[in-house]
């Protein structure tokens, strides 16, 4: 596989279900993001891990939790979540946060998850 | 705070009718500016980075050029294949996070 890949594609899940996200990078990039976006709103950065620590958490609510175990894969792990945030989860990756004027800012991005609470 | 504002929200076109897009946007010390394109239920998809005013690039038939306060997207002889989203960003000097406008949805009629 190439680029950013997500997993699952679509996921409906009850309030009180626990679920995760899943994004894998296969650029050899450092830094990855999670964003969230909702209809007729742009796009909404969660968090950032670069080199595997986490460097933003955009007041983001605990019932949604990160994890990234090494560069190449971030989680989004999902509990007690509200209709409200029914939306398209995005990941992102780029060569790292700081990037440069070379090129590397760019972030590239996953297929994304549609995510609907029941 | 950095701000980018994408206008038209939408446009529709004809095929073959050419137009631009505009991303206009304010920001304290340009590192670059972004273009994206999304089908609906998608990923962005990367298309083109900017980082200094004059500065232009193009791909088929899209060219994006930009000024120290906005960049336009033209569209040569759009097919309805062009259909999708697109979304400008910047990201700035003071935070290594990129600004997302909302977006210009495009729609061209065979």
């Known amino acids: 596989e190439t680029g950013v890949t997500q997993t699952p594609r679509h996921l409906v899940m009850g309030m009180t279900n626990k679920k995760s996200l899943k994004c894998e990078q296969h650029?050899?990039?450092?830094?990855m993001y999670w964003y969230k976006q909702s209809a007729k709103k742009p796009l909404e950065l969660m968090f950032v891990?670069?080199?595997?620590?986490?460097?933003e958490n955009n007041s983001v609510p605990s019932r949604f939790s990160p994890e990234c175990p090494n560069s190449s894969h971030l989680f989004l792990h999902l509990h007690t979540l509200q209709p409200e945030d029914s939306a398209l989860y995005l990941c992102?990756?780029?060569?790292?946060?700081?990037?440069?004027?070379?090129?590397?800012?760019?972030?590239?991005f996953g297929p994304g998850t549609r995510l609907t609470v029941l | 705070e950095d701000q980018v504002t994408q206008s038209p929200e939408a446009l529709r076109l004809q095929e073959g009718e050419s137009s631009s897009l505009n991303c206009s946007y304010t920001?304290?010390?340009?590192?670059?500016l972004f273009w994206y394109r999304q089908d609906p239920g998608k990923g962005p998809e990367f298309l083109f980075t900017?980082?200094?005013a004059g500065e232009e690039k193009e791909k088929e038939r899209l060219k994006a050029t930009l000024t120290k306060k906005e960049s336009f997207l033209h569209i040569t002889a759009p097919k309805p294949e062009d259909s999708a989203t697109y979304l400008c960003?910047?990201?700035?000097?003071?935070?290594?996070?990129?600004?997302f406008g909302r977006g210009t949805s495009l729609i061209v009629h065979p």
């Open positions: 900017l980082y200094s």
């Open positions: 960003a910047v990201k700035s000097g003071g935070s290594y996070i990129p600004t």
């Open positions: 891990y670069n080199f595997k620590e986490q460097t």
């Open positions: 992102a990756s780029s060569q790292d946060r700081a990037g440069g004027l070379s090129g590397t800012d760019t972030q590239y």
């Open positions: 650029l050899g990039h450092n830094a």
């Open positions: 920001v304290s010390g340009l590192r670059g």
